[in-house]
Antibody, heavy 115, light 107 residues
Framework: EVQLVESGGGLVQPGRSMKLSCAAS????????MAWVRQAPTKGLEWVAT????????YYRDSVKGRFTISRDNAKSTLYLQMNSLRSEDTATYYC????????WGQGVMVTVSS | DVVLTQSPATLSVTPGERISLSCRAS??????LHWYQQKPNESPRLLIK???QSISGIPSRFSGSGSGTDFTLSINGVELEDLSIYYC?????????FGAGTKLELK
């Protein structure tokens, strides 16, 4: 059974940093690209970043480019999202998803940026 | 950026009826258009991939059609468990974008 389990969320002040993790199991992690998708409270879905199966290619939406870094450790089957210079508009539930199809989603982790 | 416009924003339904949800792209996305369902307080799940391809484990009453800029998600015989928000998403060009969603509610 495919499982994606996010961790690392919480309350953070504007301008500070936070790192999210996503532990994957039930499939060969190193064979799949992975992504982060977020959802602000009561809002729709927004793609954040994607990383290729081997980590050699990364893609970001403009609003997080230069502030967020997606990475992965295939030996640990874990996906990461390093978030720096956080803003109030980054407040959202962050989902870890598998592949370009987002065919599996984690349960989500809430990130609240507020003073 | 490709803008996906979903209509209607809200649809009131009666169990058993056949319904269609629309997703229109601001430019062609070929068939790189996927549909997701999000039930209240749950994570989204993939319903249809590449406009019309079915997903294992998804009930056969869900189907998709379209290409280019106009796409449709159909539910043949709505059930109470289908009351959710449905999102379309394009994977043709960066940044990948989602529509604002269509909410199915009980009439």
């Amino acid at each position: 059974e495919v499982q994606l389990v996010e961790s690392g969320g919480g309350l953070v002040q504007p301008g500070r940093s936070m790192k999210l993790s996503c532990a994957a199991s039930g499939f060969t992690f190193s064979n799949y690209g992975m992504a982060w998708v977020r959802q602000a409270p009561t809002k729709g879905l927004e793609w954040v970043a994607t990383i290729s199966y081997d980590g050699s290619s990364t893609y970001y939406r403009d609003s997080v480019k230069g502030r967020f870094t997606i990475s992965r450790d295939n030996a640990k089957s874990t996906l990461y999202l390093q978030m720096n210079s956080l803003r109030s508009e980054d407040t959202a539930t962050y989902y870890c998803t598998r592949g370009v199809l987002h065919d599996y989603w984690g349960q989500g982790v809430m990130v609240t940026v507020s003073s | 950026d490709v803008v996906l416009t979903q209509s209607p924003a809200t649809l009131s339904v009666t169990p058993g009826e056949r319904i269609s949800l629309s997703c229109r792209a601001s430019e062609s996305v070929d068939t790189y258009l996927h549909w997701y369902q999000q039930k209240p307080n749950e994570s989204p799940r993939l319903l249809i991939k590449y406009a019309s391809q079915s997903i294992s484990g998804i009930p056969s009453r869900f189907s998709g059609s379209g290409s280019g800029t106009d796409f449709t998600l159909s539910i043949n015989g709505v059930e109470l468990e289908d009351l959710s928000i449905y999102y379309c998403q394009q994977g043709n060009s960066l940044p990948y974008t989602f529509g604002a969603g269509t909410k199915l509610e009980l009439k």
